[in-house]
């Protein structure tokens, strides 16, 4: 059996460089997988790759299926003949260090519509029969979603809430109506989501070549303005108005004093069991067709959940109530077989929790910055506590980085006070043993060195930046999911350190095979 020791690099598509606002999946990601593979890692997580809507934010997507537009490689249309530089050249003026999604968004959608033109004309290397292959394979939930981002279109991008009344209610003459007037946008839709998941699977193909895998992330909710709650509305507990009756959140934590206000409907799991969960089922399909292992976002969720009244204006009010346990997972796995899931259990975590994931066998996760605070459960984020069958952070894309972390108040935002924070910062270096000079080298030691069978960094931590390279302030929702870096940054001493590390502590990348696909 091969060495179950390995370690990644989390780093969502996006905060990779590309000439064009925002990261990719063109040549930018293939040099970091690259990268990876040198420095013997054998993980690249990602965030969720759907359609972001409001906040720019992968954890509020218009769909739990579909693949945001946005990470298309635009040269690579350009080498199938449907762009030219003419269209290209004007997302060459977009920011490098930001990604400014107003404009990436103004510029991307434009070349995708061009492009798409030139398909309808005949201009790609591929045939359309192709594309009606790949929309007959996705068609669960492709038709409607295809349809949904038509009609938002067609309303002025408002909610689907506020359509007008028979389509938002879903009738079939409406429907069938609606379906032919805009039958052109859905077309679009179409094919945007086939150049994605075709680009996708080529990266990912590429990656698994040379011995790296790819972590991606199911958020547990998902957006009220989504082609899932406009198109199974008896899944959702909605008011006869299409509003949310009630939505998720957490209460008062680490990051909060008065919890979060998530603001996703919840599921009426009551429901969802008298089909099997079809809907979990064919979600957890999906996304095993575009990862090679998932991280199931607030885990203890299934076990219970907080409930928050729809028109309530913060979390603190809300109650936990019972969820689904693990009925769903046991459905999924009699259809799906064994699944590669890691449960993301942090928060206020149960016993019960607990039994519900060791009952499943899914490891749970543990971040370093967690573990030297005066919180009781904070033993359990210590390397000499750890167990083996679990991921090991040193920080996740809610965290401030761990310079940050260290430097700027060990976690800027959260609610602890100055003693508690010194406190922690003291006991911090008298953990790592060191002067805290280079925070981030101890932290991504510390999870090396761990027993845990996986260890991930964000490349922030890796780069040793600070809280200006904060991914996202969780409670907040403007000016996060911005950060990018530039390949100067990943200097030979930072690659030469990061492979020597991890092969001291046995977890380098296993020997490819001979041949690695190319892509196109």
């Not at 401030?400 to 602890?416: A, C, K, P, Q």
Request: proline share 6%.
């Amino acid at each position: 059996m091969s060495n179950p020791r390995k370690s990644g690099v989390l780093l969502h598509v996006t905060s990779l460089p590309s000439e064009f606002g925002i990261g990719d999946f063109g040549e930018s990601a293939v040099r970091f997988v690259d990268f990876l593979h040198r420095t013997g890692q054998r993980v690249w997580q990602v965030l969720p790759l759907g359609p972001t809507g409001y906040g720019n934010s992968p954890y509020q997507c218009y769909s739990a299926f579909a693949g945001n537009p946005l990470l298309i490689d635009l040269q690579r249309l350009q080498k199938q003949g449907l762009l030219d530089e003419k269209d290209l050249s004007p997302g060459r003026e977009l920011p490098k260090d930001k990604v400014d999604f107003d404009r990436v968004v103004e510029f991307r959608t434009a070349c995708l519509r061009t492009a798409f033109r030139r398909f309808q004309q005949g201009a790609a290397k591929k045939s359309s029969l192709d594309l009606a292959s790949f929309a007959k394979r996705q068609s669960y939930w492709l038709d409607d979603y295809a349809l949904f981002r038509a009609l938002k279109t067609a309303h002025n991008g408002q909610p689907w809430h506020h359509w007008d009344e028979a389509v938002r209610r879903r009738d079939p003459k409406a429907i069938a109506e609606w379906r032919t007037k805009l039958e052109d946008e859905v077309a679009y839709e179409t094919f945007v989501q086939y150049e994605f998941f075709e680009q996708w699977k080529s990266l990912k193909a590429y990656a698994n070549s040379l011995g790296v895998q790819i972590i991606g992330d199911i958020p547990i909710f998902v957006a009220h303005d989504s082609a899932d709650v406009w198109s199974h509305q008896d899944l959702f507990a909605l008011r006869p108005d299409g509003r949310a009756e009630v939505v998720a959140g957490v209460p008062p934590d680490y990051f909060s004093a008065t919890g979060q206000l998530w603001g996703n409907p919840l599921y009426r799991w009551d429901v969802m069991a008298k089909d099997g969960y079809q809907w979990w089922i064919e979600r957890i399909r999906a996304s095993l067709e575009l990862y090679d292992q998932i991280r199931v976002d607030h885990f203890r969720g299934f076990e219970a959940y907080w409930e928050v009244p729809g028109d309530a204006e913060v979390a603190s009010g809300g109650r936990w109530v019972t969820g689904p346990g693990k009925a769903m997972f046991l459905k999924a796995r009699e259809a799906l077989g064994e699944m590669p899931l890691i449960a993301e259990d942090l928060g206020l975590i149960t016993p019960e929790v607990e039994q519900l994931r060791d009952e499943l066998g899914f490891p749970g996760m543990r971040v370093l910055q967690f573990a030297f605070g005066d919180d009781p459960k904070g033993v359990d984020y210590q390397p000499h506590n750890y167990p083996r069958h679990c991921v090991v952070y040193t920080g996740t894309h809610d965290n401030d980085t761990v310079v940050g972390w260290f430097n700027s108040g060990l976690g800027e935002g959260t609610t602890r006070n100055k003693e508690q924070i010194e406190r922690e910062r003291a006991y911090t270096l008298r953990y790592t043993g060191t002067d805290g000079r280079q925070i981030h080298w101890d932290f991504i030691r510390l999870a090396l060195a761990s027993v845990g069978e996986l260890a991930i960094f964000p490349l922030q931590d890796l780069l040793g930046l600070g809280s200006e390279a904060r991914m996202n302030m969780p409670g907040t929702a403007i000016g996060n999911w911005t950060w990018r870096f530039q390949w100067p940054q990943i200097t030979p001493e930072i690659e030469h350190k990061l492979k020597d590390m991890t092969d001291v502590y046995q977890r380098t990348v296993a020997t490819p095979r001979a041949e690695s696909p190319r892509r196109a």
